[in-house]
């Protein structure tokens, strides 16, 4: 039993010489490489999370941005449409205003013509009633006399 025994601890001496230095130098190279793997996942998901915090934040002003795009569209678009319609009134009110006037106009020829009309039949008329034939001068006489008298 002895001699196992010293064979047991001629065992272990050679175990702690040639073995357990190694075995630890695994075990704590090991330790290390884990922790060094935690430290980096660590540092990683840190970064994430400030990538992730950053790309919320540009796409918050994005979405700000493009509301104030849309907002400044659409105030350009009824101010454009504000000015057609300004635009299509000026333009009915002035088509109205060159209609009123033509007609106006076509009246008053309408009527020199009428009254140029009325005055050489009131002549015609007369000249047969007097029987007589009124020189060119008295009938123009007779049809501006005539033209004043309607004008009145």
């Known amino acids: 039993m002895l001699i196992q025994l010293i064979s047991f601890i001629i065992l272990l001496a050679l175990l702690k010489k040639f073995a357990w230095k190694p075995l630890l130098k695994v075990m704590q190279d090991r330790q290390e490489y884990i922790s060094n793997e935690i430290d ?39 101010q454009q449409e504000e000015n057609i319609i300004a635009a299509a009134r ?6 109205k205003d060159a209609a009123v006037e033509d007609i106006a106009n076509e009246k008053e020829k309408a009527m020199q013509a009428l ?34 008298e ?3």
């Not at 000026?90 to 088509?95: C, I, N, P, Q, V």
């Not at 007369?126 to 008295?138: F, G, L």
């Open 40 to 78: 980096t996942a660590e540092a990683s998901r840190k970064e994430a999370e400030a990538a992730a915090k950053t790309a919320a934040e540009e796409l918050k002003q994005t979405r700000a941005e493009a509301q104030s795009i849309i907002e400044d569209a659409r105030k350009a678009a009824q």
């Open 90 to 95: 000026r333009e009915a009110e002035r088509l």
């Open 115 to 148: 009254q140029a009309q009325v005055a050489s039949l009131s002549v015609q008329i007369a000249s047969k009633i007097i029987e007589k034939e009124i020189s060119s001068d008295d009938q123009d006489k007779l049809i501006s006399d005539y033209v004043k």
């Open 150 to 152: 309607l004008e009145r």
